[in-house]
């Protein structure tokens, strides 16, 4: 499979292959407490979703501080493409 590249030709910065959440079942962390009924767990509603979006938040840790930025996504197939800088931690 071919990556997808933009206009100058640039790769991802990072890849993550989200089939291991195909069956992954919600963990405490992760689902819903307000209202948690409405959560939705299935690739089917979820990818429509992502296909929507074209920026995400990404969250880390770097020397010791928390950091949230915007950052711009794809999903092609299985695969969830984050695009960044490796200049901007």
């Known amino acids: ?4 590249q933009n206009g100058y030709g640039s790769r991802p910065l990072v890849e993550c292959n989200v089939d291991a959440m195909r069956a ?17 767990y299935t690739r089917e509603t979820i990818d429509p ?4 979006g ?4 990404v969250g ?3 020397d010791g501080a928390p950091f ?12 969830l493409y ?3 800088s490796a200049a901007s931690r």
Request: net charge negative.
């Open 49 to 52: 979703i992502l296909d929507e």
């Open 60 to 62: 880390f840790v770097s």
């Open 68 to 79: 949230v930025i915007p950052t711009g996504y794809a999903r092609h197939g299985d695969t």
């Open 24 to 40: 992954t079942a919600p963990t405490p962390r992760t689902q819903v407490h307000r209202l948690p009924q409405r959560g939705e």
């Open 54 to 57: 074209l920026v995400c938040h």
């Open 1 to 4: 499979m071919q990556e997808p």
């Open 82 to 84: 984050i695009h960044g």
